[in-house]
């Protein structure tokens, strides 16, 4: 008996060895090979650009679950560049936010990261925006102008040609802003409505929270591992880092997972 349980399970392995890796794992709600997502960037960091782990965990989940992307950034100077450690401008430097966003390129460079002008609604199923700074910076003048903001004009033509073609847009921390802009009415969450501070974390963003209500949008308050999915208008949304919490990432990365699933279940409807 143990003898042929042995061959059994080395038979077994031969087999499995010779599968691709979708054979052992086809993501937590499936195999989505046939799914092309865009994924749209500010430049790269929380304060001044797209965040790194909102990008990242976009892009794992993305992949988990079997999906294509494809990644933009518009191809100008972001408003500023931020010192990360001091919080603080760094004072003399410019940088080129497609250019910075390419960081999240692993060794393809411009053969990952694209120009946001050639982004084509008709090539992909869903767009997902990941949040940061950027997004009140880069891609919209909300930093300045709060709910009064103009948008990217990019920005505000994908955001746009996804909805009119009914094809769902994920968004993730600061990011529902820009829809809320672009497409008044929508239903979104950015997480708390107020700072209810917790030993877990609090939520210093919520003045936003107000503007985006003020542009016409309906909020829920959703958890930083939660996501609000408008049905009717295929937005979803996750608070992510309009959270702050100092230890709890695996949260956001679950908020994210959450985001990403619906938009993938969104994309064959």
Known sequence: MIASRAILSKQTLNVLARQPACFVHQGDYGNWGNTNIAVVFSGCGWWDGTDVHEAVYTMYHLSRNGARFQMFAPNQQQMNVIDHMKKQPAS????????????????????????????????????????????????????????????????????????????????????????????????????????????????????????????????????????YVDEKNKVISTPSFMWETEYHYHYIFDGIGNMVKHVLRMSTQ
């Open 92 to 227: 003399g430097e410019n940088r080129n936010m497609m250019v910075e966003a390419a960081r999240f390129s692993h060794g393809q460079g411009q053969m990952q990261m694209q120009d946001l002008s050639k982004l084509d609604a008709s090539s992909f199923d869903a767009i997902i925006f990941p949040g940061g700074h950027g997004i009140t910076k880069n891609l919209s003048s909300f930093v300045k102008e709060g709910k009064d903001c103009k948008l990217h004009s990019d920005v505000d033509r994908v955001l746009k040609e996804f909805h009119r073609n009914r094809k769902p847009i994920g968004l993730s921390s600061m990011a529902p802003m820009l829809a809320c802009k672009a497409l008044p009415g929508i239903e979104v969450t950015m997480g708390y409505e107020k700072d209810e501070s917790s030993r877990w974390g609090n939520w210093p963003h919520t003045s936003m929270v107000q503007a985006v209500k003020g542009m016409g949008a309906r909020h829920t308050v959703r958890e930083p591992y939660e996501a």
